[in-house]
């Protein structure tokens, strides 16, 4: 039961930083006409904020409570 409450709350929090991540303050910063190694500074801002996102759900579903 622990467990799952405490997976709960992660989940939560993962969400609220996704929620701040995509939000139009951070977009717009990373929306200038600059190219990371040929790729568009936001597609490479939005690809790395996805892949912290998912990473930390798999964090938080798969964690083990000692």
């Known amino acids: ?4 409450i405490l ?3 992660r989940l939560i ?3 609220l930083i996704g ?3 995509f939000n139009y ?3 717009s910063l990373f929306d200038r006409p600059l190219a ?3 790729v568009p500074l936001i ?3 939005v690809f790395a904020a996805w892949a ?3 990473g930390l759900m798999a964090w938080a579903i798969e964690r083990r409570i000692s």
């Open 7 to 9: 997976a709960g709350d």
């Open 52 to 54: 912290l996102v998912v």
């Open 36 to 38: 990371l190694f040929g």
């Open 25 to 27: 303050p951070l977009l």
């Open 43 to 45: 597609y490479a801002y």
């Open 1 to 4: 039961m622990q467990r799952r």
């Open 13 to 15: 929090a993962t969400f």
């Open 19 to 21: 929620c701040v991540l």
